[in-house]
Every structure is written in C-alpha cells, then in structure tokens.
Nanobody, 112 residues
C-alpha cells in the first residue's frame, strides 16, 4: 500500500531554516504530483507547495520566495526547504500524494 513518511521537523528560531523530507513507497513516485500542506492550531489545513512530475512548482503566496519544494525520483522522496522562517509558519506539516494519500505529519515550531 502507499505510505508517506515525513521527517525533519523541529524547533527553530525566527529567521532560521529547516528541510522536511517525505519518503514515499508503494507507488510509482515519478508519475505523481506531490504537495506539502500545513495545519496550525485552531486553523484549517492549508496548501503550501506542489510539484508536478515535470518539475513545475506552485507555492502559496505566504511562503513564496522563502520555501522551495523539490523531488528526487531516484529516492522516491519529496523535500521542502524552508528558509527565513517566521513564527506564523508554526504548524504540523503534511506531505500529500495527490489527491488522497497523506503522511502522518511533522511538527515545525518557530520561536520569536
């Protein structure tokens, strides 16, 4: 079955960086659209970034210029490089194999 396993979350000061990873198994990864979403306490899950099989990328306006999504098809892994982090980026970050498969989430906390 399809499995998504995230890693790389943690606690970081404002202005710092983190890289999230999502390892995918049970499917032909290179053909899939992959995304990252996040959910802050008391808020709905929101879109962060998406990458298509040809490498085309889309970002939420709130992270554009600070976050970069990438993929390594040889490793069946999608990444989210997060720079210039802000306290409002604090959330649980979820990897998504569109449309219906999700990882368990990884906590990102940005202190001010």
């Amino acid at each position: 079955q399809v499995q998504l396993v995230e890693s790389g979350g943690g606690l970081v000061q404002a202005g710092g960086s983190l890289r999230l990873s999502c390892a995918v198994s049970g499917t032909i990864f290179s053909t899939k659209v992959m995304g990252w979403y996040r959910q802050a306490p008391g808020k709905q899950r929101e879109f962060v970034a998406r990458i298509f099989r040809d490498g085309t990328r889309y970002y939420a306006n709130s992270v554009k210029g600070r976050f970069t999504i990438s993929r390594d098809n040889a490793k069946n892994t999608v990444y989210l490089q997060m720079n210039s982090l802000k306290p409002e980026d604090t959330a649980v970050y979820y990897c998504n194999l569109e449309p219906e498969f999700w990882g368990q989430g990884t906590q990102v906390t940005v202190s001010s």
